[in-house]
């Protein structure tokens, strides 16, 4: 099974940029579709983005388009999550997560890290 293990978030004031990175195991090139995903207390669990390995076809929320970036960089196993123009509404914990469909639907996901907490003031 594949391991996730999140990094980079922190404290920003509004307009901040964070650069969060989700680092494999193992290679999860042309295996696993992976996606960003961020849960604020008290909210449903949302999905952010989406990258295939295949393609590199990238998916965004309508909140995250124009403001986000997903990339991956195949010979490290790590997968980022370039975000700016960050609002107090982007607070949440974020997790990367990989699965076996190209969907927002997380459930669908089998592995998860642990989570990165951004936290943006205004």
């Known amino acids: 099974r594949v391991q996730l293990m999140e990094s980079g978030g922190g404290s920003v004031q509004a307009g901040g940029s964070l650069r969060l990175s989700c680092a494999a195991s193992e290679s999860t090139n042309e295996r696993y579709f992976i996606g960003w995903f961020r849960q604020a207390p008290w909210k449903e669990r949302e999905g952010v983005a989406l990258i295939s390995p295949f393609d590199d076809s990238k998916l965004y929320s309508d909140s995250a388009k124009g403001r986000f970036t997903i990339s991956q960089d195949n010979a490290k196993n790590t997968i980022y999550l370039q975000m700016n123009s960050l609002k107090p509404e982007d607070t949440a914990m974020y997790y990367c997560?990989?699965?076996?469909?190209?969907?927002?639907?997380?459930?669908?996901?089998?592995?998860w890290g642990q989570g990165t907490q951004v936290t943006v003031s205004s």
């Open positions: 997560a990989a699965g076996r469909q190209f969907t927002w639907y997380w459930d669908t996901y089998a592995y």
